[in-house]
């Protein structure tokens, strides 16, 4: 197996981008490489720091552009086709890696890997996907704010895809698929909300539970909470400032007060780069998206989210889940 991953995606690249590349293949297993895309003199200066570097396993795709947070996204593809996302893109659906990650900028990523990768037969707009923490296991929020305006079918598209992102890369059999909304009744909400409600309790390859409300989310009442993008982004904002809000409790309490208290536990579950990044759904290929200031612990959880994704063969089984349940009706 081989994941590519761009090395000039995030803020300090690539020196946080060959770190997490390090740690991922000298702690998640021999059965994979990295394929380090970007500057080639940037990348092998970095390389040269570590004597702990693999590099039998490592390799380096020379891409001489960087895409920037002012590109216009759409444009990425055609003014910058020597970028570290264009490329690493094109060696994903050229079939020499198996996987792409990146922490550059979220719309480019996501445009290219549209337009290089295609959708998946059955989507119509692919999603991207972010973990929330729960009191039990995280929940993935589908839409997290690429897709604004959603119908009802949509909906239930990113329900599939959730299911089988669940299925394959955390191990959950029949996730539970929650609607975000107002009220837990069949009729809660407006027109939209209510129309995709019926569709998701009518099908049955889904373990459709109902609608959430936002103080059930935290509670872990559902695997997949299935929203539109304004909304789940909303939510998405809102959720990454209680967490910094909490984390500022903790540290205060503990330098005012000298408390001696383990809240490693809860620190790692508030912490985004647990989670390695936001998995972009519904188009013919794996493709991880990080945040810009990702730590190198995120680029090493990242790869171990698209390796486990390489693993379970998700893409296929997304495909497959789309031909039997959401095709049949668009023909």
Known sequence: MRIALDAM???AAPTTEVEGAI???????E???IVLVGDPDLIGAELARHDDAPLGRIHVEAARERVLHDDAPATVVRRKPDS??????????????????????TGAVMAASLFILRRLPGVERPSVGTFLPTASTPSLLLDAGTNVDCKPRHLRQFAHLGRVYMADVLGIDEPRIGLLNIGEEPGKGEERAQEAY????????????????GRQVVAGACDVLVADGFVGNVLLKFYESVAQFILGLVQREQRERGLDVAFDSVLRLLDYSEYGGAPLLGVNGVTIICHGGSPPKAIRNAVRVAR????????????????????????
């Open 9 to 11: 995606g995030t803020d």
């Open 23 to 29: 740690r991922a293949l000298n702690e998640l297993g």
């Open 31 to 33: 059965d994979f490489e």
């Open 84 to 105: 570290s996302i264009a490329v690493g893109l094109r060696l994903h659906r050229e079939g020499a890696v198996d996987a792409f990650i990146s922490a550059g900028p």
């Open 198 to 213: 019926r569709m998701l309790a009518a099908d049955e390859g889904l373990n459709f539970v109902g609608n959430i409300e």
């Open 308 to 331: 486990q994704a390489v693993l379970s063969g998700m893409v296929a089984d997304m495909a497959s889940e789309l031909h039997d349940s959401i095709l049949p009706e668009t023909a």
